[in-house]
Every structure is written in C-alpha cells, then in structure tokens.
C-alpha cells in the first residue's frame, strides 16, 4: 500500500512538472516576442524593411507560443483531444500555418541589403514588403487549407476506456512528397544560396573596409553602412540557421522509412516549437537597438509623451 502512495505521489508531482514546463515556456515565448513586436512597433527608428519582417516572424513565433505550444503540451502529458472536431482542424490549420516563417523574405532582403546596395533603397521599400509579407501569410494560409482538406483528420469526441478523444491528420505519401518540396526543400535551397552569396560578398566587403582603416584612409559613411548590414546578414544568417538545425531532424523523421520511437518524435517536434523562443534571444546577444527598446519596455518609458521618437540608435 505504502509503495502504491508512493508510486502514486511520483507520477503526481511529475504530471504537475510537465505542466509547469509547458506553462513557462509558453509565457517565455510568448514574453520575448512580444517585446520584438513592440519595439518594432512602437520606435519610428525601427520601422524599415528588415525589421517589418522580423516583426512578421515575432508575430508567427507568438502565435507558436500562445496557442500552439499549450494545446499541443496539454494533448502531449493527456495523450487525448477534449476540444472537438471544430477546434481540431483549427489548431493543426494554425500549427502548420506558423512553423513556416517568412525566412525566405528576409534571405532575399538580405541579400539586396548586401550583394546590391545602391539598389536597396529603390527596391525594397515599406510598401513593396508589407505587401510581400501579406501575400506570404495568404498564400501560406491557402496552401495550408489545402493540405487540411487533402487529408483526414480524426478528433473522436466520443468517450472510450482511454480517453475522450483524439486530434490527428492523415496524409496521403504524394501529398507528404508535395508538403516535403514546397515547405522544406525548395525555401531552404533558396535561403542557402542566397546566404551563401551573401557571405562571400559581405566577407570581401569586410576585408576591404578593414584594410583601408588599417591603412589609414579615409572610410565613407557608405562603407560603414556595408559594415553594418553585413553584421545585420549574418545575425539573420544565424536565426535562419538555428531554423534549419531544428526543423531539419524533424522532417528527416517524418519521411524516413525506419519506424522510430514515439519519445524520439516528440523531441523532434518539440524542437521546432522551442525554435520561436530563440530568436528573441538572437536579437539580444546581437542586436544593441532590441536591447535598449526592451529596457525602454519594461521601464514604461514608452508610455512618456513622444516616447516613438526616441533616437534608439544614441548609444549605438
């Protein structure tokens, strides 16, 4: 009896663990986003092209945070769907709709910025990428209902011995094939080419600017800017390569033929998901204008008169 009480209070406290752990990271990723989307919102000097994406991408990895990574922990620690039908096919639309991010607008943003310069102005503009950003999340969101009505998901709200139901999403092999090239395969070819350019051009610039201050001569404000975005490329660069090393695995499992364990698939998937809270701290190690909004954030400067107009970049 005593080691049944045992036995018992362990699973107990560590039923409470699980959902302690899923209830902290959600309010962190939930919390880190929100700051980049109110900094980016809130300072004028933060409203350029770059950043609307990056606000675009906090926007997706909040949603993550909000809605996806509480239902799916609750449907992890309960291995059961008490939401219904409805709820169902809403929670794996938004599941898939947000784990594909617009990191190909930013590669692509990128590498304007950087291989061409003098047409950046002119060809990226707020309006141009507002409207690239929106055609991503339509078109993201069409291919996403698609991909639902191809398949057949099952949320049985019927009572069983086991549980009240469950919430998952059959898929045809051609269907995987064709989610396989669109989502993966095609948008992380682009990004690493683009990147991959991006490097060489942004380390050539580098070197030249380097050699001409040791050399003493005179730097241009344009050579500085170079300097700049070429540090802006490769903070990017690595939050795209952070993407890749956690959804990567993930796919491999999915299409792999060899039969793998449930705990291994769930790390997986997990991984994705502990991917939109890593970007936020991206953008601290290596942003200093997030680190100054944020500490402008949680202040409340940002509720003073004209607080918008702050020169963000004073200290930079």
């Known amino acids: 009896l005593n080691l049944a009480a045992v036995l018992c209070s362990i699973a107990l406290w560590g039923y409470v663990i699980l959902y302690m752990f899923i209830f902290l990271l959600s309010v962190f990723t939930v919390f880190l986003n929100l700051l980049v989307i109110i900094s980016i919102s809130h300072f004028e000097q933060l409203h350029t092209p770059t950043n609307l994406l990056i606000l675009s991408l906090a926007v ?24 219904g039908e409805t709820f169902c096919s809403l929670f794996l639309f938004i599941a ?8 190909v607008l930013i590669a692509v943003d990128r590498y304007v910025a950087v291989c061409h310069p003098l047409l950046y102005p002119k060809k990226i503009t ?9 055609l991503c999340w339509f078109f993201s969101s069409t291919y996403n209902i698609g991909y639902l009505i191809s398949g057949r998901y099952f949320a049985a709200s019927q009572r069983s011995d086991v549980c009240y139901g469950k919430c998952y999403l059959v898929i045809s092999f051609s269907w995987t094939l064709t989610d396989l090239f669109f989502s993966f395969l095609l948008p992380c070819t682009l990004i690493i080419t683009l990147y991959l350019r991006i490097f060489y051009v942004a380390h050539q610039q580098v070197k030249v600017i380097n050699s001409l201050m040791k050399s003493g001569k005179c730097v241009t404000e344009g050579s500085v800017r170079r300097k700049s975005e070429s540090k802006a490329a490769l903070t990017l660069g690595i939050i795209v390569t952070v993407y890749l090393l956690c959804y990567i695995p993930y796919v491999l499992s999915a299409t792999s033929t060899t039969v793998m364990s449930s705990a291994t698939v769930t790390f997986l998937l997990w991984s994705l998901y502990f991917n939109s809270g890593l970007n936020p701290l991206i953008y601290a190690l290596f942003y200093r204008w997030f680190k100054i909004s944020v500490k402008h954030i949680l202040t409340f400067k940002i509720f003073k008169p004209a607080s918008s107009l702050v020169d963000i970049f004073k200290d930079y």
């Not at 997706?60 to 939401?83: H, N, R, T």
């Not at 898939?96 to 990191?103: G, I, R, T, Y």
């Not at 707020?126 to 929106?134: A, V």
Request: proline share 2%.
């Open 60 to 83: 997706a990895d909040l949603i993550v945070g909000l809605i996806v990574i509480p239902l799916m922990g609750i449907k992890f620690i309960e291995s059961c769907w008490y939401f």
């Open 96 to 103: 898939f709709m947000v784990v594909s991010a617009s990191l």
């Open 126 to 134: 707020m309006t141009k990428t507002l409207i690239s950003i929106c």
